[in-house]
Nanobody, 121 residues
Framework: QVQLVESGGGLVQPGGSLRLSCAAS????????MGWYRQAPGKERELVAG???????AYLDSVKDRFTISIDNAKNTVILQMNSLKLEDTAVYYC???????????????WGQGTQVTVSS
């Protein structure tokens, strides 16, 4: 049974930084792609950033110059470094993992429980 365990959310002022981490376990092989999604109240869940095992990335346009996603294949862990946070980044952030082969980032079937990120002055 695949499990995704997230950490690193919290409260930060505008312009601040947070680092989200997600570790995958429960499978003999590691994920082929991992990503971060977010969902704000009243809005649909959207992809923030994704990365394949080979390092191919995808980003939401509004975060491209502020967020960086990285993957540690040995630890089956994905990191989202979020800098210059804005009020509109406030949401629940969810980790996602895909185990099917993919050359480009693609959403998988496995989700973490979510971690709250609140940007407020």
């Amino acid at each position: 049974q695949v499990q995704l365990v997230e950490s690193g959310g919290g409260l930060v002022q505008p312009g601040g930084s947070l680092r989200l981490s997600c570790a995958a376990s429960g499978s003999i092989v590691g994920p082929n792609a991992m990503g971060w999604y977010r969902q704000a109240p009243g809005k649909e869940r959207e992809l923030v950033a994704g990365i394949t095992r080979g390092g191919t990335t995808a980003y939401l346009d509004s975060v491209k110059d502020r967020f960086t996603i990285s993957i540690d294949n040995a630890k089956n862990t994905v990191i989202l470094q979020m800098n210059s946070l804005k009020l509109e980044d406030t949401a629940v952030y969810y980790c996602n993992a895909a185990y099917s082969f993919t050359r480009y980032y693609t959403r998988g079937d496995y989700w973490g429980q979510g971690t709250q990120v609140t940007v407020s002055s």
